[in-house]
């Protein structure tokens, strides 16, 4: 069974007297250790299916499932709880808490899933290890430069274990040096962590690393 099924996926939207459909039955499902990449123009559903995905938005018609669980249609109080739980996120614009450290930005994405002990503090350390951080662990934000942020953020999103991690334009604000060395780390520990990985990108280097390469295009996926 894939981590992750979503089956004839609908998105509806009113503005003013119009009904906006912007998804129009997309069906998708993605396996453990598979990296896949999304593309497509701006306006062509990418982000409003990365937020239904990675349940933010609930869809107006149609099924998810995520690790066996059966996602809620049209019940929006349902969704921190399997986000939590279920996902995890790596954004464009990294997202760390300004105030905290590298380590405490990290262990955060624990505490919000439970874990208030001594081992969040030493998951956490694990994970910056993993992503080559050790030494900027009580680093804040302001110190790191724009590639360690990115690390920090995909440490975030792999820690406590969620079957499936959502990057929405992970590279965009990287160099290119830099943005092939956050890729090869993600690959890396999605792969040895079984972990699905969904790109939503437009960064040709991101094909490098996938596995499969899916179009969407006026809200519907090209096969």
Do not use: W
């Not at 299916?49 to 049209?74: E, N, W």
């Amino acid at each position: 069974m894939s981590v992750l099924e979503a089956h004839d996926l609908t998105r509806t939207f009113t503005e003013g007297r119009q009904t906006v459909r912007v998804l129009k039955g997309v069906s998708l499902a993605l396996e453990r250790g598979e990296i896949v990449a999304l593309e497509g123009p701006s306006g062509s559903g990418k982000t409003t299916l990365l937020s239904i995905l990675g349940c933010i938005l609930t869809p107006s018609s149609g099924a998810l499932t995520i690790d066996g669980v059966k996602v809620p249609v049209g019940s929006p109080a349902a969704l921190p709880a399997i986000r939590r739980r279920y996902i995890g996120f790596v954004f464009q614009q990294f997202h760390l808490f300004p105030a905290l450290t590298a380590l405490e930005n990290v262990q955060y994405a624990l505490n919000i899933r439970g874990h208030r002990d001594g081992t969040a503090r030493t998951e956490a350390l694990a994970m910056l290890n993993a992503v080559g951080l050790t030494e900027r662990a009580s680093f804040l934000p302001r110190d790191l430069s724009g590639g360690q942020k990115q690390r920090v953020a995909v440490a975030r999103a792999l820690v406590g274990g969620p079957p499936v991690v959502f990057a929405d334009e992970p590279t965009a604000n990287l160099d290119y040096h830099t943005g092939d060395q956050i890729l090869d780390v993600f690959r890396d520990l999605a792969r040895a962590q079984n972990r699905a990985l969904l790109i939503v990108t437009h960064d040709p280097k991101v094909r490098r690393i996938a596995d499969r390469v899916l179009q969407i295009q006026d809200g519907r996926l090209l096969h």
